[in-house]
């Protein structure tokens, strides 16, 4: 079966930095597109950053623009993303996604709050 495992979340400073890994099971990692979402408290959930199955494509949301980097390794089934230049407004839950045959999995999720 499908699964998407995070790690990295933790409490940061503002101006602070965060990496967080998503590990994948159960298909082939390779071929498909993933995404990392964010949900904070009283909000909807939200797409943060999105990467091709090559990694050759990328795009993220306005807000973190030049400040998060999505990437991956398809040979350990992994994808990471960079945080830098953290904010108040980046605390959430995040998410790691993929879509199969029209059908959405998600991790469990990790939090990362960012606060001094």
């Known amino acids: 079966q499908v699964q998407l495992v995070e790690s990295g979340g933790g409490l940061v400073q503002p101006g602070g930095s965060l990496r967080l890994s998503c590990v994948a099971s159960?298909?082939?990692?390779?071929?498909?597109?993933m995404r990392w979402y964010r949900q904070a408290p009283g909000k909807e959930r939200e797409l943060v950053a999105a990467?091709?199955?090559?990694?050759?494509?990328?795009n993220y949301k306005d807000s973190v623009k030049g400040r998060f980097t999505i990437s991956r390794d398809n040979a350990k089934n992994t994808v990471s993303l960079q945080m830098n230049s953290l904010k108040p407004e980046d605390t959430a839950v995040y998410y790691c996604n993929t879509v199969l045959y029209a059908l959405y999995y998600w991790g469990q999720g990790t939090q990362v709050t960012v606060s001094s």
């Open positions: 990467i091709s199955s090559t990694g050759g494509s990328t």
């Open positions: 159960g298909f082939t990692f390779s071929y498909y597109a």
